[in-house]
């Protein structure tokens, strides 16, 4: 058994506590690789948010779990150092496995040292997965890690995680939920979608410029799950917003992406303002790692160190970071 609190991680309460109180939301970015982690930890520690650490089950055994246990500790110490050479404050970090699926996985997790886990029942019957999560809890409170929950489906997919349709959270649910499963957070369904491709072109409107615009989010429902749970953490997952620069450079550099349609920044920052507590981004990360590799392959194709490419990569990385944390989610300055 490894303690996160041996590796220097924290868990997740009073990064939400804080959040929920100074109406901002934590990034919670995935990572499966060097590069990617190196960018989170300097991206959020020269901007001073506190972050999340973001483990797919597929990233977990990409990388293999005894690595990244490494990896994870690795990001503690870099982010030490780094804010040491900078002048700056250490910042809080947790290490959160992102939709586990099984009660296994998650304690496999809490057992190499995550500090917060997912349960994701939410392809359960209600009723069971109340019983899973609520067993998932019972193990996690034990260690002082916390979890999260999740009501509603969305659609879409990513990693091992997909859904053909959607399915709302139902307000009427979520006190039922919590109060049987004891869960620290909870993952609703409001309108975002993993991966890439989240809406169909039919699915939306243009605006004057000509670019298409996603239906908008349920803010409704938010509000009403508020009003049921007061002061309870929530989740947005599939929150990437598929940047029409990081498209149009994967396209015109050989890409193929067709239908790249994502969750507007600016709805984003609503939701931040209010009971969200923790907004997931992956698809940005990879969408902007791809663009600036097919750059790279483009414009110098006798390239073949990977350090020419992965290095621009990286760079590319901490700026999309940088301006989340900035001006998306509300979260800089907040460590």
Request: proline share 4%; hydrophobic share 40%; with cysteine.
């Amino acid at each position: 058994m490894v303690s996160y609190k041996q590796l220097g991680f924290v868990n997740t309460k009073e990064m939400f506590a804080k959040a929920f109180k100074g109406q901002y939301a934590i990034p919670a970015y995935n990572f499966n690789n060097m590069e990617q982690i190196q960018a989170i930890i300097t991206a959020c520690v020269e901007t001073q948010s506190p972050v999340i650490l973001q483990v797919s089950s597929g990233a977990r055994k990409y990388a293999n779990q005894v690595l990244l246990q490494y990896m994870g500790q690795g990001a503690i110490e870099m982010m030490k150092a780094y804010a040491k050479e900078k002048g700056l404050k250490e910042i809080p970090i947790a290490l959160h496995l992102d939709h586990g699926d099984t009660f296994e996985l998650c304690k496999s997790c809490i057992e190499t040292g995550f500090s917060s886990v997912m349960i994701d029942g939410s392809h359960h019957s209600f009723n069971d997965n109340i019983a899973l999560t609520k067993k998932v809890v019972e193990y996690a409170h034990q260690h002082d890690v916390t979890v999260e929950g999740e009501l509603g489906v969305l659609a879409g997919i990513e990693d091992e995680v997909s859904s053909a349709v959607s399915h709302y959270t139902k307000p009427e649910e979520v006190i039922e939920f919590v109060s049987k499963t004891g869960v620290d957070s909870l993952a609703i369904s409001i309108g975002t979608s993993h991966g890439a491709n989240k809406f169909k072109p039919e699915q939306c409107t243009k605006n004057a410029d000509g670019v298409l615009v996603p239906p908008p989010l349920r803010f409704d429902i938010l509000e009403e799950i508020e009003k049921k749970i007061p002061g309870f953490p929530i989740v947005l997952h599939g929150s990437s917003s598929v940047p029409v620069d990081a498209v149009k450079m994967i396209n015109s550099n050989g890409g193929a992406l067709k239908d790249s349609i994502g969750i507007p920044e600016e709805q984003l920052r609503r939701a931040a303002k209010s009971a969200v507590c923790k907004v997931n981004i992956d698809s940005d990360g990879r969408l902007w790692m791809t663009a600036a590799i097919r750059k790279v392959f483009v414009e110098k194709p006798a390239e073949f160190d990977p350090r020419k490419y992965l290095g621009p990569a990286r760079d590319a990385l901490v700026m999309m970071y940088k301006h989340k944390n900035q001006n998306v989610l509300g979260s800089a300055g907040k460590a």
